[in-house]
């Protein structure tokens, strides 16, 4: 399967390893578009694309760039649309219900979606909505043998306003227990700081699936305890509470677990081991990639074709 991959230049996750492995799994054509690109993108694939000459187009690209490009990217054959911020569509911000109105314009556009419930809402409206988790650089976020020196702890953002149940979440555990909120730069410094910490607190409040981070704390042998996102995205990520995971819905919930695994420091460890088993078995972006690929290769919708003045209308960029 031929694929061209379009990736946005700027991005503040690094991902290049969910990009080998995508890459790994398919003769894949992978380009870095610059903001001014993703802006206009009816010139760039003037300029630099052939479409017949790929089996799937995928994008993952900024949103608010593809939602004013509609005319142009209904022209596009074979789309595959993969998207981790889809949740804002079913959350109150400044994308909610967005992405459904979008994808209501190319009903037959395979997205793959990050979350599982958030796949299954899609669905459930008619999109051809598959799921594929988020993950981890397995490269980059690795098991180091040091001293586990901060208890409690989040690594992160908070400011978004997407973020602001997490911020009043993390702000209300701090109140109550002795919890280190911090950033670090992207890289060795982060993994190095993962692996310092005993217990990770990941406060994904009102997102209705779990972000990067829980993936990558995980992997890093930290106990992971995690904002419960439902029965049905914990099932099918293998999140069982107080075996892979420690799952909470409140500072009082967080804090009685917390007391236990104080008291239990085994029972702690064994989370610890069996969360990281999980992860390093199944979230590894090599892993991830895999999953899109095989996402990506089943049949798609048939798409209508283009009308006279949709096509002169595409050629113009509007």
Known sequence: MKVLFLVQKEQRAILDRLYDGIAA?????LRWLDSA???????????????????RILFFLRFKQEIRQVAFIRSVPNLVILEHDAYQNYIPCKYTGKFSAHYRQLPWVRVISSGFMVSERLRGEGFDAHFVPKGYDQALLTPQVRERDIELAFVGSTKSVAYSGRKQMLDAI?????????????GQEYSDTLNRIRFFVSADVGMGEYMIKNFEAMACGC?????DQGEAENRALGFVDMQTVVLYSSVDSLQTKLAQLRREPALAERIAAAGQALVLGEYGFDRIGQRI????AEPLRQQPALGWWARMRSRLGG
């Open 223 to 227: 106990v992971l305890f995690t904002y």
């Open 174 to 186: 701090g109140e109550v227990e002795p919890l280190l909120v911090t950033r670090t730069n992207s």
């Open 293 to 296: 690929v095989q996402a990506m």
């Open 25 to 29: 799994h398919c003769d894949c054509d």
């Open 37 to 55: 690109e993703q802006r206009n993108l009816s010139k760039y694939f003037k300029q630099h694309v052939d479409v017949t000459k790929y089996d």
